[in-house]
T-cell receptor, first 111, second 112 residues
């Protein structure tokens, strides 16, 4: 499989703490995206970082990309119970429109 | 705007039966795709289309057919269902540039 690896597979934290999820990949990418999936729902796009960017912010989200290490991280600051969901990284490979998804991180934020 | 609409939301089939999962979008996106989601395996691409009349295979195309006769619709057909096709199926659309995808709410299929 060409899917990336995400870790941890599951993460449980208290409200107010920060949550960090990591994603590694093996191919050359055009961009790296992060999606959120609430239980029983479709995926929702959170943030996209291009291969020539190193860091991107959106509200409480911070994404970093290290193309030399072929890895990305998603940081959610000051987490809330409503952040409880599964988070997936997806890479946009060079020359290919389709996205390849990782296996996801299940985040549980305890109130 | 409805976005991406998938029907049915739930379906139970017997082995060997056929059915079609429907996907319709009203965002005028050229790109449409089908993924399946299985526990612990993330999403895997089945088929995709970059425009009307154009389709191509993804990572796990066997057992599935698609067609794209209009920009709005991209049905996924199971010709002879097998228990291994028990999964949650997602349709996702987007513009042709390598940007974000917009997902439907999913179709949960059980094959007995």
């Amino acid at each position: 499989s060409q899917q990336g690896e995400e870790d941890p597979q599951a993460l449980s934290i208290q409200e107010g703490e920060n949550a960090t999820m990591n994603c590694s990949y093996k191919t050359s990418i055009n961009n790296l995206q992060w999606y959120r999936q609430n239980s029983g729902r479709g995926l929702v796009h959170l943030i996209l970082i291009r291969s020539n960017e190193r860091e991107k912010h959106s509200g409480r989200l911070r994404v970093t990309l290290d193309t030399s290490k072929k890895s990305s991280s998603l940081l959610i600051t000051a987490s809330r119970a409503a952040d409880t969901a599964s988070y997936f990284c997806a890479r946009g490979d060079t020359g290919r429109r389709a996205l390849t998804f990782g296996s996801g991180t299940r985040l549980q934020v305890q109130p | 705007n409805a976005g991406v609409t998938q029907t049915p939301k739930f379906q139970v089939l017997k082995t060997g039966q056929s059915m079609t999962l429907q996907c319709a979008q009203d965002m005028n996106h050229e790109y449409m795709s089908w993924y399946r989601q299985d526990p612990g395996m993330g999403l895997r691409l089945i088929h995709y289309s970059v425009g009307a009349g154009i389709t191509d295979q993804g990572e796990v195309p066997n057992g599935y057919n698609v067609s794209r006769s209009t920009t709005e619709d991209f049905p996924l057909r199971l010709l002879s269902a097998a228990p291994s096709q028990t999964s949650v199926y997602f349709c996702a659309t987007g513009g042709l540039g390598t940007g974000e995808l917009f997902f439907g709410e999913g179709s949960r299929l059980t094959v007995l």
